[in-house]
T-cell receptor, first 114, second 113 residues
């Protein structure tokens, strides 16, 4: 079955440490997205990519970095510059810019500070 | 940019009807999504409106008025399992560029017996 896989499900970060969240999709989607969700809040866009080797900053990109070297993969690195990284991180994909298609979401990664 | 507003919380009775409103201000607006999200889980797609009017899908219906920047999600015959957050999301192509989806903060619906 096609879908989006995020790993790990839970992740702990030490002070000053960079961590990378994995997102893989086998839906052959061009567009991929990273969102952050804080308790009782909606989803805020961190980064998005509509095509391989290209990505754009979302509304809260500071302290995060991404890469899109392969169509199926869009890893997110939470750097030490992100001072409040504790949140639920969701990766999503959809076919791409030309279609007004809903986003398919992974099951999320919950990141906490040690 | 995009600005999406929806109520924070609502309570409704099992078997009743509830309407969740959403207002938006979006440049390059394409359409509006509604998602359901149970606590601790990923959002799941409910509906997408691009034209004005009501779209019905079983117990759930969604309405859009582009001229008023307004949408609502209508849930009929409420069931306990409908207790969840409902996210309104604007679909836009700012300055004719790539698609960008912006979510509201979500409306937490509690269904009571």
């Amino acid at each position: 079955d096609g879908g989006i896989t995020q790993s790990p499900k839970y992740l702990f970060r030490k002070e000053g440490q960079n961590v990378t969240l994995s997102c893989e999709q086998n839906l052959n989607h061009d567009a991929m997205y990273w969102y952050r969700q804080d308790p009782g809040q909606g989803l805020r866009l961190i980064y998005y990519s509509q095509i391989v080797n290209d990505f754009q900053k979302g509304d809260i990109a500071e302290g995060y970095s991404v890469s899109r070297e392969k169509k199926e993969s869009f890893p997110l690195t939470v750097t030490s510059a992100q001072k409040n990284p504790t949140a639920f991180y969701l990766c999503a994909s959809n076919p791409g810019a030309m279609g007004n298609q809903p986003q398919h979401f992974g099951d999320g990664t919950r990141l906490s500070i040690l | 940019g995009q600005n999406i507003d929806q109520p924070t919380e609502m309570t409704a009775t099992e078997g009743a009807i509830v309407q969740i409103n959403c207002t938006y201000q979006t440049s390059g607006f394409n359409g509006l999504f509604w998602y359901q999200q149970h606590a601790g889980e990923a959002p799941t797609f409910l509906s997408y409106n691009v034209l004005d009017g009501l779209e019905e899908k079983g117990r759930f219906s969604s309405f859009l008025s582009r001229s008023k920047g307004y949408s609502y999600l209508l849930l009929k015959e409420l069931q306990m399992k409908d207790s969840a957050s409902y996210l309104c999301a604007g679909d836009a192509r700012p300055s004719g560029g790539y698609q960008k989806v912006t979510f509201g903060t979500g409306t937490k619906l509690q269904v009571i017996p």
